[in-house]
């Protein structure tokens, strides 16, 4: 007597092809699923973390190496994002904010001219416009290919050599920049000598 065996009930024949054609039906399920859940979700913006800027200024201008150079206040809507002030021999001052469109603007400071300032924080091959004067200041215009705008001071002392520069910099338009170098103000320098 032969027997002869029978497949088993619920068995199916198994290829390469079936596996394939499952696999992609389930990406497609879960991909679709993805979609629609963050359609349906709602995600709330994150809060832009604000820092007291002034705590700083006060460090740094009892320092009295750096004017530190600064806003009483800040124009309506613009937030403090960063503030930092580096004491010792090569001491420097930076001001990070956001304006109430969300544009970048920032002032930075430090012992020297004000190329080495250029050069870190708008570009190494910024170009040099005209010269602006704002509220009796002269200030040095930088543009760079990627869309910032700044704004250089040297302060010089006796026999002309620079003693420190700042720098105001930004995404924001020209004017608005400009108007706020003019809200600047700085402490007293306690000079070597």
Do not use: C
């Given at each position: 007597?032969?027997?002869?065996r029978?497949p088993?009930?619920?068995r199916?024949q198994r290829?390469t092809?079936?596996l394939v054609g499952?696999?992609?039906?389930?990406?497609?399920?879960v991909?679709a699923?993805?979609?629609?859940?963050?359609l349906?979700?709602?995600?709330?913006?994150?809060?832009v973390?604000t820092?007291?800027?002034?705590a700083m200024?006060?460090?740094?201008?009892?320092?009295?190496?750096?004017m530190v150079?600064a806003?009483?206040?800040l124009?309506?809507?613009?937030?403090?994002?960063?503030?930092?002030?580096q004491t010792?021999s090569?001491?420097?001052w930076?001001?990070?904010l956001?304006t109430d469109?969300?544009?970048?603007?920032?002032?930075e400071?430090?012992l020297?001219?004000?190329?080495?300032?250029?050069?870190?924080h708008?570009?190494p091959?910024?170009?040099q416009?005209?010269d602006?004067?704002i509220d009796g200041?002269?200030?040095q215009?930088?543009?760079?290919a990627?869309g910032?705008?700044?704004?250089s001071?040297?302060v010089?002392?006796?026999?002309?050599?620079?003693y420190?520069s700042?720098l105001v910099v930004?995404?924001?338009p020209e004017?608005?920049?400009?108007?706020f170098?003019?809200?600047?103000?700085?402490?007293?320098?306690?000079?070597?000598?």
């Open positions: 007597m032969s027997q002869t029978t088993a009930g619920g199916y290829s092809g079936g499952a696999m992609i039906v389930t990406v497609l399920a991909a699923f993805a979609g629609l859940n963050a349906k979700t709602d995600h709330p913006d994150t809060a973390r820092v007291d800027y002034q200024v006060r460090a740094g201008r009892a320092d009295h190496k750096l150079m806003p009483a206040t124009p309506q809507g613009w937030k403090a994002t960063s503030a930092t002030y010792g090569s001491p420097a930076h001001l990070g956001l469109q969300g544009k970048y603007v920032g002032v400071e430090s020297g001219g004000v190329r080495d300032l250029v050069e870190e708008v570009d091959d910024a170009q416009g005209e602006v004067e200041i002269t200030y215009t930088w543009t760079d990627g910032d705008y700044a704004l001071h040297e010089e002392v006796e026999g002309g050599s620079a420190e700042w930004g995404t924001a004017a608005t920049i400009r108007d170098a003019a809200r600047l103000e700085g402490g007293k320098l306690r000079l070597a000598g």
